[in-house]
């Protein structure tokens, strides 16, 4: 592959222009990951794209090919469904497989909505609140353990005698 311009006109091989684009394209195609993007629509979205530009120069990537770039760029939170795709066989389509990740990024988020709401326990005002509870609470342990201690001072004077 030649990068000098054709001296005759001053303009590049389109050829040329097309395998440097395409390498460009596929490059970008692999290196596409979902930790990059906000969330798994715009991921998706992206592959299209690039796949689209390279269909648009004659060099289509295959249905087996995005799914397997859509696994390979997913994060660690999504295991179970990528080790889920990846052992179909044949694989499911691009449409399909997507479908399923979505599912996953939904059970993912309600997970974490759940655990904002289980941590947030002791959170903010509850903080105050718990740590006013347990000072009351000590102030009454208190209480009650100098009622026990005299308790036991007294009954212990009575059964001496």
Request: aromatic share 6%; proline share 4%.
């Amino acid at each position: 592959m030649s990068f000098r311009k054709d001296e005759s006109n001053g303009s590049t091989n389109p050829d040329d222009d097309n395998n440097i684009k395409r390498t460009q394209l596929k490059i970008q195609f692999h290196a596409t990951t979902k930790e990059d993007l906000e969330n798994i629509e715009s991921y998706v979205n992206k592959l299209k794209t690039i796949a689209n530009s390279l269909a648009e120069i004659n060099s289509p990537i295959s249905d087996s090919d995005m799914v397997l770039q859509l696994l390979a760029g997913l994060p660690i939170q999504y295991l179970p469904i990528k080790n889920t795709i990846s052992s179909k066989w044949p694989l499911p389509n691009f449409e399909d497989a997507c479908s399923l990740v979505y599912m996953q990024e939904d059970i993912l988020l309600k997970s974490q909505d759940e655990e904002k709401q289980s941590s947030s326990f002791i959170s903010g005002e509850n903080f105050d609140a718990a740590v006013n509870a347990i000072g009351s609470l000590s102030t009454v342990v208190g209480a009650v353990g100098v009622v026990a201690s005299a308790g036991w001072k007294i009954w212990q004077a009575i059964a001496r005698k």
